[in-house]
């Protein structure tokens, strides 16, 4: 079965403790993202990846890091998280565009 | 950055009707997606667009890409009580593969 999956689902932390939410897919996309997504706000890419070594900023990307070691994994890494960063957060994979979504991960930073 | 701008905002439609929204923007756009969200999970692509004045069908959805690139529009025929939720559209930007999503519509079918 096609999937995106993040881990965790939830999580609940403190400002400046370091988390990282891990997104997967096993359908062999080249293209990954990572969206946050706020009431009234819609979906805002923070990071993309066409493929492995290559990633781009999308509109909101202060305060978070991106990986793409291999093609499967795109890991969003939040250094230092403060409570602005509290929000819903989705990874995607697609050919070229977002076609799969995972489920969300739901941070809080207190 | 570019935004997208969607109408309604929300819309509470009586089941059997017909449904239709749309998406504009002030800039230009290469593809046009639409997706729907169900509380609890992430968006599912419906439709994809990629040449201006394209018209997709999807069962009962229809999306066209309009001619000046600037907007796209959904329609729903016939909407049933599962087609509940929120219809987001997305671009893509010119510059990149920068996908910019618009606030969404959020959709209620009442029996």
């Known amino acids: 079965e096609a999937q995106v999956t993040q881990n965790p689902r939830y999580l609940i932390t403190v400002t400046g403790k370091k988390l990282t939410v891990t997104c997967s897919q096993n359908?062999?996309?080249?293209?990954m993202s990572w969206y946050r997504q706020d009431p009234g706000l819609g979906l805002r890419q923070i990071y993309y990846?066409?493929?492995?070594?290559?990633?781009d900023k999308g509109d909101v990307p202060e305060g978070y890091k991106v990986s793409r070691k291999e093609k499967r994994n795109f890991p969003l890494i939040l250094e230092s998280p403060s409570p602005n960063q509290t929000s819903l957060y989705f990874c995607?994979?697609?050919?070229?565009?977002?076609?799969?979504f995972g489920d969300g991960t739901r941070l809080s930073i207190l | 950055g570019q935004q997208l701008n969607q109408s309604p905002q929300s819309m509470f439609i009586q089941e059997g009707e017909d449904v239709s929204m749309n998406c504009t923007s002030s800039?230009?756009?290469?593809?046009w997606l639409w997706y729907k969200q169900e509380p609890g999970e992430g968006p599912v692509l419906l439709i994809a667009?990629?040449?201006?004045?394209e018209l997709t069908s999807n069962g009962r959805l229809t999306a066209q890409f309009g001619i000046t690139r600037k907007d796209s529009f959904l329609n729903i025929s016939a909407s049933i009580p599962s087609d509940v939720g929120i219809y987001f559209c997305a671009g893509l930007d010119n510059y990149g593969q920068n996908f910019v999503f618009g606030p969404g519509t959020r959709l209620s079918v009442l029996p």
């Open positions: 990846s066409m493929n492995v070594e290559v990633t």
């Open positions: 667009l990629y040449k201006a004045g």
């Open positions: 995607a994979s697609g050919g070229e565009e977002p076609q799969h």
């Open positions: 800039s230009i756009f290469n593809t």
């Open positions: 359908m062999n996309h080249e293209y």
